[in-house]
C-alpha cells in the first residue's frame, strides 16, 4: 500500500500534462467532483455505516448559495461557499437529530423524504429561481468570480479540496472520532454498552460529511455557472454518491476516489460514444456494468484489488520460498 | 359531494400504490433488502399489457395475467441471477445492484419500444359511472377494486396457506427454516417473483388509464418506498393501510391546497411519522 | 449515422481509462465537409422530443445535401451540398446531453474542442441550453438555439447564441390578441385560468402569460402548478369545474396532457376553451391517445403542415417515413434552425466560425424561404430572432389545422370547443 498513495497522487498532479485538451481536463475535473462528493458522503455512509440517500440537500446548499449570492448583490460566487456551509451545517443539525434515532433503512427513508421535501421547497420558491435554477456570471468579471475558460485551475482547485476532504477522513480513521464510528457502524447496542456516545458521534459525522458536501456542490457551481432544483437536489445526486462510493469501496478512505475514477469515465465514455445514436445503449451498458460489478464484488472494488493484491503476494513469497 | 369525489378518487389510486407496494414489502421485510428497480417492475408490468393488447388482443383480464406470469418469471431470474449473490454483500451492494438494474431495465424497454409515450389501444374498460353523483372512470374503478382484492389475496396467501407459512418461517429465521426442510433460496425467490408480479398487476391496471414510457417508473420506487417504510417493513396489511393513506392524502391535499403541494404534504406527515413512530404504522420494532 | 456504426466496433473495449484514451479516435470524415455539432435529450424524461428533433435536424441536412430540388426557395435545398464550399456536404456531429446542464456542458465542449465541429445547435431544455451556450460563447463557436424558450438564454450579452425560435412573451402575447379577438367576434372571454406544469418550461411560459393576461385587463381566476408526473391529475380538473374558467390555457407535456382529456370526460367537465402550449398538445402520441376527446381543441404552433403538394407538406411526408409519426412543432423549429444555420454557412463561404458568426447575423429569409410561419428569420443585437411568431391551430377531426390570425388561416375557427360531445 506503500506505493499506490503515492502513485495515484503523482498521476493525480500530472494528469493535465498526461491527457491534455479541453474535453480530458474537463473529465478530469468531473472525476474530482464526483470523488469529493462521493468521499464526502463516505465519512457518514461508509465510516459511521448511516446510509444517507439525501445528501442531495447540502451538496444543493452548497451550488445554490454562491449563485444567490452573485444574483442577488452581485457579489463573487465564492463568498457564497463559507455560506452553503454554513446552511448545511445547520441542516445537518436540524434534520440529523431526528433522523439520526432512525435505524437502517429507516434512517435511509427518512433521508430521501427530507431531500424531496427540500427539492420541491426550493422547486416552488421565486427567492431561489423556483424550477427554472439561477445563473452565474456570464463573463468572469475578475479571477475571483472563478469563471475560467479553461478546466485547468479548476482542475487543480478540485484537487485541493479532495486533498483536504481524503485528509481529513484519514486524520478521522486514525482519531477516536473514528473508533468510535467504526464501533457505532459494527453495532449501536454494543457500542453504547462501551461507552461510546453514539448519538453525539453519529451527528458530529453527518456535520462533517454535509459540509463537505456542501463545498463539492459549490465547486460545482462554481464550474457549471447555473443550478436548478433537479440538478442540484434530485435523488440521483444522491444516488450518484453513493453508488461511486459503494462501487470503490465505502468505508475506506480511497474507495469513493476509485469508484469515481471508474464510474465517470464509464458514464461519459458510453455517453460518447453510444449517446448520438439516441438508442439508450448509454444506460444498458452503464447500468448493466454497475449491476455485474455489484454483482461480482459486493464489498467495493478495493475489495478486489486487496485480494488480488493479495494474490499477488502470495504467489511471490511461495515463489521466493 | 365533491370532498366525496376527491376522497374516493385518492383511495382507488391508494389501493393500486398499496398493491404495487405490498409487493415491495414482502421482500424488504423477509430478506431486508432495498430494491431501487422496483418502479421498472410497475413499467414492465405496463409494457407487458400493451404487448398483450397489441398480440393476443387480449382485454384487461388476459393482460393482467399475462403481466403477473411474466413479471414472476422475470422476479424469479433476477433472484437467482442477481439477488442470491448480492444479498451476502453489505447493504451498499442493494443499492449498487439494484440501481444498476433499475437503469438496465428501463433502458432495455426504451431501446426496444422507443422513448414515445403510448397508450393502451381502447379496451373493454372505458366511460364514467355516476355512484351517487360521484364520477368515477370506469378504469379506475376496476384497477382501485382489483387492487385492493388482490392485495387481500396476498395476505391471506402470507397467512393461510403452507406455502405463506413458509415464507414467513424463512423471513422470521432462515437458519430455523432450514432445520425444518424449508429451501430459504426456494422461498426468497417466490417472494421475489410475487414482489415482481404484483408490481407488473398494478403496472397493468395503470396502463388502462395513463399513458406511460420507458422512465415513468421512477417516480413509482419513491412512492412504493414511502408506502412501505409507512406501512411498516414486511407487513402487507401495514402497507395496505398506508397505500390508501397516500393517496387519500395526496388526493386532500392536491385539491385544497394546490396539486404541487401534495407530495409536500406525504413527505411532511412521513418524516413526522417516522419521528414518533419509527416501525412504521402496523410495522414491529 | 456514424456515431452508431464507430461506437459499436469500440464497444468490446475494456472500462477506466482505456475508455478515455479511446473517445478521441473517430475522425474518419471527408476532407471538405463541414461539421455541425447537435445536442437533445436522447435519453431520459424529455428523450422522446428529443428524438424528433434529432430526426427531424437530420431530415433537413438530407435535404441540403441532396438534390431534390422540390423544396421551393428553402436557400440550400437540393443542391447536393454547399455550393459556396465547393459543394461540401454538412455532417452531423450528434450528442445526447441526457437533459442534464452538467453534461450538456461536458458534451458541447467535446464537440467543439475534440470534434471540431463549426457551429452547435440545441438543446431542446432551457436549462441546458444556458450551459452548453456559455461553452460555446467561451471558444467562439456559433450556437443556433432551435427550441429553448426561456427569456435570458438570449439576454446575457453574448456574442455567438443565435435564437431562431419565438420565445414565451411571443406566446403569451398570441394568447391574449387571439382571446381578444373571440371577444370582438361576440364569443364570451372574461375568465382564463391557467394550469402549468412546475419544471422550467411550465414556469417560466405560465409567468409570461400571467403578466401578459394583466396587462391585457384579462381576469385570471386561478392558476395552477401541477408536477408533470404525478398519476392523477383530477384534483386540477375539480378546481377548474369550480371555477369555471371560460379559456383554459394548459403548459403540459406529454403523459399529464392525455390523463387531463381522459379525467375532463371522466368528471364531466369541459370548458368552453382549452389553449394547449405546444409540447404535450403536439406530441405525436396526443392526438392517437385522446384525439377524439379533444375536439376543438387549441394548440400553439408556427407549423403547419399545409395542403397536400407543398413543400411542408412533403416534408411532413419524408419525416413520416423516417419516424413514422408526423412533424411536430418543437421538431419543425429545429429544423428551421438547422436550414438557417445551412444558410449561413453557405453565404459565409467558409467554415471558419467567425465569418459563420457575421453571416448569422448578417442572415435576413422572407417568409416564402423558411418552413415555419414566422414572417422570417432576422437576429437583433442579442441574437434572438426579431420576425419569428407564432399562429394557433385547432384539432379539427384526425388533424390539427391553421385558424388564426385571420391571414393564415386554413379552416375556419369553432368556438367552442366540442370535446368528446
Known amino acids: 500500500m506503500r506505493w499506490g498513495p503515492v502513485a495515484l497522487i503523482v498521476v493525480l498532479l500530472a494528469y493535465p500534462f498526461l491527457l491534455q485538451g479541453p474535453f480530458y481536463e474537463d473529465l478530469g475535473v468531473l472525476v474530482l467532483l464526483s470523488a469529493i462528493s462521493a468521499s464526502a458522503w463516505n465519512i457518514v455512509g461508509g465510516f459511521a455505516g448511516q446510509v444517507s440517500v439525501g445528501h442531495a440537500m447540502f451538496f444543493g446548499a452548497g451550488a445554490y448559495m454562491p449563485l444567490l449570492v452573485y444574483q442577488l448583490w452581485q457579489l463573487p460566487p465564492v463568498v457564497g461557499a463559507p455560506l452553503g456551509v454554513a446552511v448545511s451545517l445547520a441542516i445537518a443539525v436540524l434534520i440529523g437529530t431526528p433522523t439520526l434515532r432512525l435505524k437502517g433503512h429507516y434512517f435511509s427513508m427518512a433521508t430521501i423524504a427530507v431531500a424531496e421535501l427540500v427539492r420541491l421547497v426550493v422547486g416552488n420558491w421565486d427567492l431561489l429561481g423556483a424550477a427554472i435554477g439561477i445563473m452565474g456570471p456570464a463573463r468572469p468579471r475578475g479571477w475571483w468570480d472563478l469563471t475560467f475558460r479553461s478546466a485547468v485551475p479548476y482542475y487543480y482547485l478540485f484537487l485541493a479540496v479532495l486533498a483536504l476532504v481524503l485528509g481529513a477522513t484519514w486524520w478521522l480513521q486514525r482519531s477516536r472520532m473514528g473508533y468510535y464510528l467504526r464501533a457505532i457502524r459494527a453495532g449501536e447496542r454494543p457500542a453504547r454498552s462501551l461507552g461510546v456516545p453514539v448519538s453525539r458521534y453519529k451527528l458530529y459525522a453527518l456535520m462533517l460529511s454535509a459540509s463537505f458536501t456542501s463545498a463539492a456542490g459549490s465547486l460545482y457551481a462554481f464550474k457549471t455557472g447555473f443550478i436548478d432544483p433537479e440538478s442540484g437536489l434530485g435523488i440521483l445526486v444522491s444516488v450518484q454518491m453513493i453508488i461511486t462510493a459503494a462501487l470503490g469501496g465505502a468505508g475506506t478512505l480511497f474507495g469513493p476516489l476509485l469508484g469515481a475514477l471508474i464510474l465517470v469515465p464509464l458514464q461519459t465514455a458510453t455517453n460518447t460514444w453510444f449517446g448520438g445514436s439516441g438508442s439508450g445503449v448509454t444506460y444498458i451498458l452503464y447500468g448493466g456494468i454497475i449491476m455485474l460489478l455489484a454483482r461480482f464484488e459486493p464489498g467495493g472494488l478495493l475489495v478486489l484489488y486487496g485480494r488480488l493484491r493479495g494474490g499477488a503476494l502470495r504467489a511471490w513469497r511461495r515463489h521466493a520460498a | ?285 | 449515422m456514424r456515431q452508431s456504426a464507430a461506437g459499436t466496433t469500440r464497444a468490446a473495449a475494456g472500462i477506466s481509462a482505456a475508455l478515455v484514451i479511446g473517445m478521441a479516435a473517430g475522425h474518419a470524415l471527408a476532407a471538405d465537409a463541414v461539421k455541425v455539432g447537435v445536442i437533445f435529450p436522447l435519453t431520459g424524461n424529455a428523450a422522446s422530443a428529443g428524438a424528433s428533433a434529432k430526426a427531424a435536424v437530420e431530415l433537413a441536412v438530407e435535404i441540403v445535401n441532396g438534390t431534390d430540388k422540390d423544396y421551393g426557395k428553402i436557400p440550400g435545398a437540393g443542391l447536393g451540398g454547399l455550393p459556396a464550399l465547393g459543394g461540401a456536404k454538412i455532417e452531423l456531429d450528434e450528442a445526447d446531453h441526457q437533459g442534464n446542464p452538467s453534461v450538456g456542458q461536458s458534451q458541447t465542449l467535446r464537440l467543439i474542442t475534440q470534434d471540431k465541429v463549426v457551429a452547435m445547435l440545441g438543446a431542446y431544455q432551457s436549462n441546458v441550453s444556458f450551459t452548453a451556450t456559455a461553452v460555446a460563447e467561451k471558444y467562439g463557436i456559433p450556437f443556433v438555439v432551435g427550441d429553448s424558450v426561456a427569456l435570458n438564454i438570449t439576454n446575457r450579452g453574448y456574442q455567438w447564441v443565435f435564437r431562431v425560435t419565438p420565445v414565451a412573451s411571443d406566446f403569451a402575447n398570441n394568447y391574449m390578441e387571439f382571446l381578444k379577438d373571440m371577444t370582438k367576434a361576440g364569443h364570451k372571454v372574461e375568465t382564463l385560468a391557467v394550469v402549468n406544469e412546475n419544471t422550467d418550461y411550465g414556469t417560466s411560459v405560465a409567468g409570461t402569460v400571467l403578466e401578459v393576461a394583466k396587462s391585457h385587463g384579462l381576469n385570471v381566476v386561478a392558476q395552477i402548478p401541477y408536477a408533470a408526473n404525478g398519476t392523477d391529475v383530477s384534483a386540477q380538473v375539480l378546481q377548474l369545474k369550480e371555477k369555471k374558467p371560460d379559456a383554459v390555457i394548459f403548459i403540459s407535456y406529454t403523459a399529464d396532457t392525455i390523463l387531463y382529456f381522459k379525467t375532463m370526460k371522466a368528471l364531466d367537465y369541459l370548458p368552453p376553451m382549452i389553449i394547449g402550449d405546444d409540447s404535450g398538445f403536439s406530441d405525436p402520441s396526443f392526438i392517437p391517445s385522446v384525439g377524439d376527446l379533444a375536439q376543438g381543441a387549441m394548440n400553439r404552433s408556427a407549423w403547419d403542415i399545409g395542403k397536400p403538394g407543398s413543400v411542408t407538406s412533403k416534408i411532413n411526408d419524408k419525416f413520416k417515413a423516417k419516424t413514422g409519426h408526423e412533424m411536430d412543432d418543437t421538431s419543425a423549429r429545429d429544423m428551421q434552425a438547422m436550414f438557417v444555420l445551412a444558410d449561413a454557412i453557405n453565404r459565409a463561404g467558409s467554415a471558419d466560425p467567425a465569418k459563420l458568426q457575421a453571416a448569422l447575423k448578417a442572415t435576413d429569409l422572407k417568409p416564402d424561404q423558411i418552413i415555419m410561419g414566422y414572417r422570417g428569420v432576422k437576429f437583433d443585437q442579442t441574437g434572438q430572432n426579431t420576425e419569428a411568431a407564432t399562429y394557433l391551430i385547432q384539432l379539427q377531426g384526425k388533424q390539427y389545422v391553421a385558424v388564426w390570425p385571420q391571414e393564415t388561416a386554413t379552416a375556419k375557427l369553432a368556438w367552442p370547443m366540442t370535446g368528446w360531445k
Open chain 2, 1 to 285: 359531494m365533491v370532498l366525496l369525489q376527491v376522497v374516493v378518487g385518492g383511495l382507488l389510486l391508494g389501493a393500486v400504490y398499496a398493491l404495487f407496494s405490498s409487493g415491495l414489502t414482502l421482500i424488504w421485510g423477509m430478506m431486508n433488502f432495498i430494491n431501487f428497480a422496483h418502479g421498472e417492475f410497475v413499467m414492465l408490468g405496463m409494457y407487458a399489457a400493451l404487448l398483450t393488447v397489441v398480440w393476443l388482443h387480449g382485454g384487461p383480464a388476459v393482460f393482467g395475467l399475462t403481466a403477473a406470469v411474466a413479471l414472476f418469471l422475470l422476479g424469479v431470474v433476477i433472484y437467482f441471477g442477481l439477488i442470491r449473490q448480492v444479498m451476502r454483500g453489505p447493504m451498499l451492494a442493494q443499492i449498487l445492484s439494484t440501481f444498476g438494474l433499475a437503469l438496465l431495465l428501463r433502458y432495455l424497454a426504451f431501446w426496444i419500444f422507443s422513448p414515445n409515450f403510448v397508450t393502451l389501444p381502447k379496451t373493454s374498460l372505458a366511460g364514467s359511472v355516476n355512484l351517487g353523483g360521484i364520477l368515477l372512470a370506469v378504469p379506475q374503478l376496476v384497477s382501485g377494486l382489483v387492487a385492493v382484492t388482490l392485495t387481500l389475496a396476498m395476505h391471506l396467501t402470507l397467512t393461510r396457506t403452507t406455502i405463506g407459512s413458509r415464507l414467513l418461517a424463512v423471513a422470521e429465521d432462515r437458519q430455523a427454516a432450514m432445520l425444518m426442510g424449508i429451501r430459504p433460496d426456494r422461498m426468497q425467490s417466490i417472494a421475489w417473483g410475487l414482489a415482481a408480479a404484483s408490481a407488473g398487476v398494478a403496472g397493468a391496471l395503470m396502463a388502462t388509464a395513463y399513458p406511460f414510457s420507458p422512465s415513468v417508473g421512477e417516480t413509482f420506487a419513491l412512492t412504493a418506498f414511502v408506502v412501505v417504510t409507512l406501512g411498516g417493513f414486511g407487513s402487507v396489511p401495514g402497507a395496505m393501510l398506508a397505500g390508501l393513506i397516500v393517496g387519500l392524502i395526496q388526493a386532500l391535499s392536491a385539491y385544497y391546497f394546490g396539486p404541487i403541494y401534495k407530495d409536500v404534504v406525504v413527505y411532511g406527515l412521513f418524516v413526522a411519522l417516522l419521528w414518533f413512530r419509527p416501525q412504521g404504522l402496523l410495522g414491529k420494532l
